[in-house]
């Protein structure tokens, strides 16, 4: 499965409510303001995930393209030796949420 992703970014867990972003890639020039808002939205969804302590497949509101399929966040947690220690996050387009799961599990 090939998998396009629209926007993604790399987080660390520093502490146990400290996430701080490693690296933001979007694929268009965009403001500080814009960036500041995507990484607040990524930062939300992963803290869903560390809650729940388990990947997820989280839709994109307001995405929905009949075309190009609907944006997911894919999010995939580190872990070590148990522990969570980080988590990656990818924003990509799919037609279903069971093709995002797919692509989730193959991330893991």
Same mark, same amino acid.
């Given at each position: 499965?090939?998998?396009?992703?629209?926007?993604?970014? %790399?987080?660390?867990?520093?502490?146990?409510?400290?996430?701080?972003?490693?690296? *933001?890639? @979007?694929?268009?020039? #965009?403001?500080?303001?814009?960036? %500041? %808002?995507?990484?607040?939205? $990524?930062?939300?969804?992963?803290?869903? #995930?560390?809650? *729940?302590?388990?990947?997820?497949?989280?839709?994109?509101?307001?995405?929905?393209?009949?075309? @190009? +399929?609907?944006?997911? #966040?894919? =999010?995939?947690?580190?872990?070590?030796?148990? @522990? =969570?220690? +980080?988590? +990656? %996050? $990818?924003?990509?387009? $799919?037609?279903?949420?069971?093709?995002?799961?797919?692509?989730?599990?193959?991330?893991?």
């Amino acid at each position: 499965m090939n998998v396009c992703v629209v926007e993604t970014t %790399a987080a660390i867990l520093l502490r146990k409510t400290k996430l701080t972003a490693l690296v *933001h890639v @979007r694929p268009e020039a #965009c403001t500080s303001e814009m960036r %500041a %808002a995507a990484l607040g939205a $990524f930062d939300e969804i992963v803290r869903v #995930c560390l809650q *729940h302590q388990r990947d997820g497949t989280i839709e994109v509101t307001q995405s929905r393209d009949e075309e @190009r +399929g609907t944006q997911y #966040c894919l =999010v995939t947690l580190a872990r070590r030796e148990g @522990r =969570v220690i +980080g988590a +990656g %996050a $990818f924003i990509a387009r $799919f037609h279903t949420s069971e093709a995002a799961k797919d692509a989730l599990r193959q991330l893991s």
